[in-house]
């Protein structure tokens, strides 16, 4: 069993759904990512989701785009991406949190999928969701990522049609991310009705667990899509608050860190107040 | 890699892949959009109506066929090959892209979709989709990067007068990259009634050799013109190429021909040997990007790298993906031109033969203008002028200490 259906499976025992974070690795800096990395799972995150900034994320709105400048800005680097992961299962000894590594397909094409996926595994990954890379195109990586233990958690959208489905959940394991409205991330969020009839329609094709992402902001929107899926995740809400957390020149200041903490917390609090079935 | 295929212009295979380049690479929400968009195509190449109704529109419209000029002063001055100019700066609004956007917007219309978006550069592509969904009735937002709206007023002045809305886009280098990006943010946030029409032979399958196809009427006016003109094949095209749709249009219908030899001109910018230049076939390596596998400026991880050219249509980190292919065959030579070079062939095509060129189509000229003498002066040459240079004038012009 993986630590992502390990994890899964737990969440299911407690009868409850998962809050998975994402946070842009490197942004504002180094040493800050970090901070904020070894603090999610006490703050309330199940799962964690570690983006990797890249210089042209086409899926992304302005506060993930901004971030991944930052982090870029500061020297973060795919190797530096691999040590915050190192270092978070060697300092805090957590071995059973999920960390999976969020971004575009160049930076794993460069270093060569075979060598990526050992890097990654070696460094303590448990898997990828990949935005630009489609069922169609996901053979090259598949096998190294199953060879080396790795989960590939495919997106589907509200474009993803029961004919479709199919095909993009045959290459897909751990979780299927449902991106819960047409955009960019952090733009626009998706009712409660609309999450209810996808996640229900993707379950009927599916074992799987189902997180759902895109447009969730407050304690409120992650406890109803909690009632639907296995799953909610938090991106650009998150990285608000970072950005929040920093002064004119861009360092971060005391609060950013605690005033993050405290946000999961509240997101963790609305998800973790939904019993489930 | 190395094995030559049995023919060059068979490509793509049915997954949208020239060898390991293209494909599509692209957020799922996209994905199914795409897969109509290939359905539709597919069936509007087959239908004769289409085909009919884009045949008129190129002819009536646009003007075409465009010339292929004799360039006698010019062939005479640089003493070697016999030059033609295949005038396709003569083009209803000035330059090769509304061969491809005619046929993009009325594959839209008859797809149903109500808003069209597109990228452009230099806004020349800007110029002809705002042009042609002025004529179709159609909404239209052009995505330009903010470097690009200042150093090409005219054309953004230009689409704005037929009824589009220009973006300015902050983001990056605020040059086509950061265009393209922001264009297909938006298109997955509207794919549902959004057509985007690309401008180059980059991007998602389809699109490379769907835009290769409505380019492709160059190449076959220019076959049919030189065996008018000359009773034979030409020997020698050159073309400038930043996404390379313009070269594409040239080369495609020669492929097969190995008695032509064929010559894609990158920007050098200010000198390959700096950082500052737009040649990824010459200073890149395979990389993925919007949504194809092709060669890109990149740096050693992956991260795309900022490119640059005087031209503003060839600014661009990469390249269309059949180019990346017909550069690892060997059967295109891929060459460059610098800024300097090409501002100089700018004034020598306005003073030799009376035609003021687009700083793009100039790079093609000033390789032309090194190659040309060292070929015997039966060599039939070709240069794709694939725009005119009315929107560079003021750049030029500044550049020169003119005062306008």
Known sequence: ?277 | MSSTPNSYRIGPDERGHFGIFGGRYVAETLMPLILDLEKAYNEAKADPQFQGELKYLLTQYAGRPSPLYFAQRLTEKLGGAKIYLKRDELNHTGSHKINNVLGQVLLAKRMGKTRVIAETGAGQHGVATATVCALFDIPCVVFMGSVDVDRQAPNVARMKMLGAEVRPVTAGASTLKDAMNEALRDWVATCENTFYCIGTVAGPHPYPAMVRDFQCVIGDEVRKQMMEAEGRLPDTLVACIGGGSNAMGLFHPFLDDPTVRIFGVEAAGRGLDTEEHAASLTGGRPGVLHGNRTYLLQDREGQITEAHSISAGLDYPGIGPEHSWLKETGRVEYVSATDDEAVEAFQLLCKLEGIIPALESSHAVAYAAKLAPTLPKDNLLVINLSGRGDKDVPQIAERLGMKI
């Open chain 1, 1 to 277: 069993m993986s630590r992502i259906e390990k994890r899964f499976a737990q969440l299911k025992a407690d009868k409850r759904a998962g809050l998975v974070t994402y946070i842009t690795a490197g942004d504002p800096d180094a040493e800050i990512s970090y901070q904020i990395l070894k603090g999610l799972p006490a703050a309330g995150a199940d799962l964690i989701e570690l983006g990797m900034p890249f210089t042209d994320p086409m899926a992304d709105g302005p506060s993930i785009q901004l971030a991944g400048q930052r982090a870029l800005k500061a020297g973060m680097t795919v190797d530096k991406t691999f040590d915050m992961v190192r270092r978070f299962r060697k300092e805090t000894g957590d071995n059973d949190t999920p960390i999976l590594l969020m971004g575009y397909y160049n930076l794993i094409y460069q270093r060569g999928p075979e060598k990526f996926c050992k890097d990654a595994a070696a460094a303590g990954v448990d898997g990828f969701i990949l935005v630009d890379l489609p069922p169609e195109e996901a053979d090259e990586l598949k096998p190294h990522a199953t060879a080396n233990g790795l989960d590939t958690v495919l997106l589907t959208a509200p474009t993803t049609d029961d004919v479709r489905l199919p095909a993009v959940l045959k290459f897909a394991s751990g979780f299927v991310y449902f991106v819960s409205v047409l955009g960019i991330t952090g733009t626009k969020s998706a009712t409660e009705e609309a999450v209810r009839t996808h996640v229900e329609r993707i379950k009927r094709h599916t074992r799987l667990p189902v997180g759902v992402g895109f447009g969730i902001r407050t304690p409120e929107q992650a406890a109803a899509v909690a009632r639907h899926a296995d799953a909610a995740v938090v991106g650009t809400a998150i990285i608000d608050h970072v950005k929040a957390g920093l002064d004119d020149k861009g360092k971060a200041k005391p609060e950013l860190v605690p005033g993050v903490f405290a946000y999961i917390k509240a997101l963790a609090d609305g998800v973790r107040g939904v019993r489930k079935a």
